[in-house]
């Protein structure tokens, strides 16, 4: 039997995090490596156009994302890895799942509405009234709407049935399934309901304020997997803690060290319970000297990788994956196009 299909991709809007890392990429590689799927992973340039960047900053993380991915292990021999904008099918799949969706079902995804607001810049806590909300949105550019339709499409095209994200992408994914029930029940049996698949770090918390997510958005709170040694040492030491001074797991109570635990536990392969237990009696200055050169060395062949890619050869494998991905597009496109009567 066919192994499944599984895709992901991730925005080309700057560089990435510790919560892309431990809740998409390095998963992505695992998954790949597992030897169980056939695997998709993409750079989702299209969809990083909603933010506006200038050419310049486009082309430049665009080659910088593929060169993390590479970096990270990903590896075009065993997986498919392409520039999302190479796939022009996109464009008919994704107006064909707009003209399934109601415009309130794309107003009411949260991710639209925090990136809506993240235009105006409301201060932490700031209450906006409905009349203001509605009036910022009339203003959004579109894309960020269509957004999810689009993700749909990139996941349905190449069939997908496993998605590895982040917990903020749930939403997204629950659409896209709504979307395939729709779809299937007016056309007959065409896609499959993609499913999640999660790490056990979902939602890495930011250094400076363990209540908010790590985003790009908040690059303050952000620690970057390719930060240099000094500086990661700098952020872990200045991070936030939690009062008192165990070094205990307790995401209620001690929301800051428990973030630090997880990311110490994901990086060095050791549980909870063994990091804890080596810390007992310690302080949060020890804990985090060790943290920091526990990350700085995981990431040391990640950096070494890093620096040898050429952006010649980067673009090659770019290239080469998106030629592979379109001509699997343009087939699916073809039959989804004869399933709703468009082929005569
Ligand atoms: P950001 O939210 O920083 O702009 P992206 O939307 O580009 O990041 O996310 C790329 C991938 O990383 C997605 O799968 C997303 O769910 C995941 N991700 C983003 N932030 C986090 C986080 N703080 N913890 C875990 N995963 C995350
Ligand atoms: N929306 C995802 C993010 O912000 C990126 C993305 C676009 C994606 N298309 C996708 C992820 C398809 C998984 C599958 O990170």
Known sequence: MAKPVLISGIQPTGPLHFGNYLGALKNFVALQNSGKYRCY???????????????????????????????????????????????????????????????????????????????IKPIDGEKISKKRFEEIVEEANFGLAEYPILMTADILIFGGQYVPVGHDQLQHLEFARTLVRKFNYKFGQTFVEPKELLTATPRVMSLDDPTKKMSKSRPGGCLFINDSPELIGKKIRIAVTDSGSDIKYDPQNKAAISNLLMIYSELSGLTISEIEAEFAGKGYADFKKELADVVIEYFEPFRARRAKLKSAAVKKILMDGSKKAHEIAKKKMLAIKKKIGLVL
Do not use: Y
């Open 41 to 119: 992973f993409f750079v989702a340039d299209l969809h990083a156009l909603t933010e506006n960047p200038s050419a310049k900053d486009l082309e430049k993380n665009i080659l910088s994302l593929a060169s993390d991915f590479l970096a990270a292990g990903l590896d075009p021999k065993k997986s498919i890895i392409f520039q999302q904008s190479q796939i022009e099918e996109l464009q008919e799949l994704k107006w064909v799942l707009s003209t399934l969706t109601p415009v309130s079902e794309l107003m009411r995804m949260t991710a639209f509405k925090e990136k809506v607001l993240q235009a």
